[in-house]
């Protein structure tokens, strides 16, 4: 399960996110999480939660979009987002392409913060 | 109409959440690329020969080039030692309950070694199928390995780590027809998660496809000298 250790990284990433854009009291997280970056969803949320005590970011929530596959068919000349990761082949033509354009993603995509006048800034993280 | 208060603050990031371990495989690949040496990152589930056929690397390669090897295991040296038998230059890296290798520990277990001394580093990752995927060591060629024991629709099992490899060696061939190994329904188990891969059948105990598989090895560092010529 590495998903604890990749839980390590989006708490310390999100905090000098935080600290470098000036969001205040961090309230969400939206990551973007593509089918094939090799990470489980729930054990990603389990972890979260495990590592985010007694951060900046204690009490922020996870939001995560699921990003399908999305492959370029040299046959049809297009590309196609596939209704399953695999078989790696085009939906509409049936050919195999390895041809992966997006589901790979594992992006901390945007921070929500708190209201402007709420709370102090984020502390810094605890070494 | 007032809602500026109500308005949440939302900011975009946009940033790899390994960033710091993708930013470390890059310096890496640079630092390999300018000292020329060619690194295979090797995967598979425990038990299925990356130490043997590792060890038949490193031995064939080693009365050509200079070869060194870092081997991660949760525990023990054992596989070091086994491999220093080969006489090549061989570092532990022992992970404790980590399940996979990443950037900064093949970083640090770099240090004191010549790199301008080294034609072929391989890395031995973690015996696992699922973690190592998502780390990018800074290598030339993902290697994933399977046995023939292993079943034929294992590749469909675990298919992000076959999507990211390079190419597939299938390993104990000559147990192939022991266990009824069925070749056709593998290939094809491969191929639909990742068309197209290279692959390898090998045998370490009778020999079998090690000459071909060094010669793809040998190619793969020509056309990444090649490469870095250009550049």
């Known amino acids: 399960m590495h998903e604890l250790s990749i839980a390590h990284s989006l708490v310390e990433l999100a905090i000098e996110a935080a600290e470098k854009t000036g969001t205040k009291r961090v309230k969400t997280l939206y990551l973007k999480l593509g089918v094939l970056s090799g990470v489980v969803k729930e054990a990603l949320e389990f972890s979260f939660d495990v590592v985010v005590q007694g951060t900046p970011l204690e009490g922020a929530r996870l939001v995560i979009e699921d990003i399908p596959v999305k492959v370029f068919c040299p046959d049809c000349k297009q590309a196609h987002i596939l209704p399953e990761p695999f078989p790696m082949r085009c939906p509409v033509c049936k050919r195999r392409t390895g041809q992966v354009l997006e589901g790979r993603e594992m992006e901390l995509y945007a921070l929500e913060g708190g209201e402007e006048d709420a709370g102090s800034d984020v502390k810094p993280p605890d070494r | ?231």
């Open chain 2, 1 to 231: 109409m007032q809602e500026v208060t109500l308005n949440p603050r939302i900011v975009e990031i946009r940033q790899n959440i390994l960033k710091k371990n993708d930013v470390l495989a890059r310096e890496l690949r640079k630092g390999f690329q300018e000292a020329g040496v060619y690194v295979i990152n090797l995967v598979s589930s425990p038990g299925a020969g990356k130490t043997t056929l590792l060890t038949e690397m490193l031995t064939r390669l080693g009365e050509r080039y200079g070869v060194a090897a870092l081997v991660g295991d949760l525990a023990t040296e054992n596989d070091a030692e086994r491999l220093r038998l080969s006489g090549a230059q061989v570092r532990q890296i022992t992970t404790g309950t980590v399940c996979h290798l990443d950037a900064e520990m093949v970083k640090r277990n770099l240090e004191g070694w010549d790199l301008e001394a080294i034609d072929f580093l391989f890395i031995e990752n973690v015996g696992n199928l699922v973690c190592p995927a998502s780390y990018d060591l800074g290598e030339n060629q993902r290697v994933v390995l399977f046995s023939v024991t292993e079943g034929e629709d294992k590749p469909v099992k675990y298919p992000t780590i076959v999507n990211s490899a390079d190419t597939a060696v299938i390993t104990k061939i000559d147990l192939a027809e022991a266990v009824g190994f069925q070749r056709e329904c593998f290939y094809e188990a491969l191929n639909e998660v990742r068309p197209g891969i290279p692959i390898f059948e090998v045998s370490v105990r009778t020999g079998e496809g090690i000459e071909e598989w060094i010669a793809h090895l040998e190619a793969g560092k020509a056309a990444f000298e090649k490469a870095a010529g250009c550049l």
